[in-house]
């Protein structure tokens, strides 16, 4: 094999592996958006629809979401969070977004929607948990246990040993939603400023 | 154009790959519990397949035979990565219901078979063809067996109920091993026609 044979190949290796490569970054470039709209959707849009409990809106709020800042880690990069925005006729009617708490599996996520007009928690909804099927799904699924939480002003104490009722059996999952709302809530009075 | 024609019919028929070939069956045997993924997959192949095999034929003269393979495998893992890109991107719903049977594509034995066998040495009109032929045939292929398997399986069609509520389904199609058999007797079925055919041909 001649070394120009060699060059040769190695040149059309590289021209088509270089061509492809830039032809795929343009199709993610062109996807990215609505690969990431879709992705949200499919999973947080149950959770977001339950949250609303019911509130009327006319837009789509997972396309007008917004993600805002909230802290910075350790290592100082911000910390980021969808906030959802319902709005009716051009108004926001309800804002949502997540809070986490810890249950008895782990981190559990709450989606948590706020109506800002009268500042009271309009529904809640479990985004992601890792419980026990049977025992710590129970509280999420009972509807007097979530329901306790619509309604109530933001000022109300919703954390555990706080005014809301405890799950029996499944303490620890009604401790880890009680936080998750908790943090939600005490986050909205951070950020709403940046929202409204 | 009766060449154009002849070189599409054949992956429809005489040369419908996985029952003729028996390739490419990991997906076959993979997608095909509900119809409408295998119909999904089907989709994704016929594109990679008129894809590659258009490039291939474009190409062929200027791709040293050394390096044809390398080559080949850059265009067809491009194809399937837009098609797994457009997956989430606008069928989100097939996208999670396929998962890692999309970028599986690429090691399907088809797509490059059909490179190396037809697409490396004919003219492109020729190779569109065969590609859009063979993807079609394998299409039909995996939902008459998605078709068999669902409905006797679990009773519905598209996700649709078809047969009476009051039938449970028959759970060993909805598996692996349901796959491999229904395969076979449609192997099976397949092969006793076409000799049907073919003695009624000798016959005239």
């Known amino acids: 094999m001649s070394l120009r044979e060699i060059l040769h190949m190695v040149l059309i290796l590289t021209l088509f592996t270089g061509v492809w490569g830039g032809l795929l970054s343009l199709v993610k470039i062109a996807t990215e958006d609505q690969i990431e709209y879709q992705r949200i959707k499919n999973v947080k849009a149950p959770a977001l629809e339950k949250a609303f409990s019911g509130e009327e809106y006319t837009n789509d709020p997972v396309k007008e979401r917004r993600e805002i800042v909230v802290g910075r880690d350790q290592s100082g990069d911000p910390i980021k969070r969808n906030v959802f925005i319902a709005k009716k006729d051009g108004r926001i009617v309800s804002i949502a977004f997540e809070g986490y708490g810890s249950g008895y599996g782990g981190d559990m996520g709450v989606m948590v929607a706020i109506d800002p007009s009268e500042s009271v928690v309009e529904g809640i909804a479990v985004t992601t948990h890792s419980e026990t099927p049977g025992v710590g799904t129970d509280p999420m699924e009972d509807e007097s246990f979530m329901g306790q939480f619509s309604g109530k002003e933001l000022s109300t104490s919703f954390g555990p040993g706080g005014r809301m009722d405890t799950y029996s059996g499944a303490t620890y999952t009604s401790d880890g939603i009680m936080q998750g709302v908790q943090n939600a809530v005490s986050l909205y009075s951070r950020i709403k400023d940046k929202i409204l | ?204």
């Not at chain 2, 058999?181 to 397949?190: E, F, K, M, T, W």
């Open chain 2, 1 to 204: 154009m009766s060449t154009f024609w002849g070189e599409f019919s054949k992956g429809l028929w005489k040369e419908i790959p996985p029952f003729r070939f028996v390739l490419g069956l990991c997906p076959v045997l993979a997608v095909t519990s509900q119809v409408s993924s295998a119909l999904g997959l089907g989709c994704g192949v016929i594109f990679v397949l008129l894809i590659s095999n258009t490039l291939i034929a474009t190409f062929k003269n200027s791709i040293p035979p050394k390096i044809r393979v390398p080559v080949f495998i850059v265009i067809i893992a491009s194809a399937v990565t837009i098609v797994e890109l457009m997956m989430e991107a606008y069928f989100y719903t097939l996208y999670e219901v396929l998962g890692i049977w999309i970028p599986l594509i690429v090691c399907n034995c088809l797509i490059l078979g059909r490179g190396e066998a037809f697409a490396r040495k004919n003219p492109v009109y020729l190779s569109i063809a065969d590609g859009l032929g063979m993807g079609i045939g394998f299409t039909i292929s995996l939902t008459v067996l998605g078709t068999v398997r669902e409905i006797i399986g679990s009773g519905t069609w598209f996700g649709l109920n078809v047969l009476p509520s009051a039938y449970i389904g028959f759970d060993l199609l909805q598996n692996p091993p349901g796959a491999f058999i229904c395969l076979g007797l449609l192997l099976a079925l397949i092969n006793v026609i076409s000799s049907r055919l073919e003695s009624k041909r000798q016959a005239c």
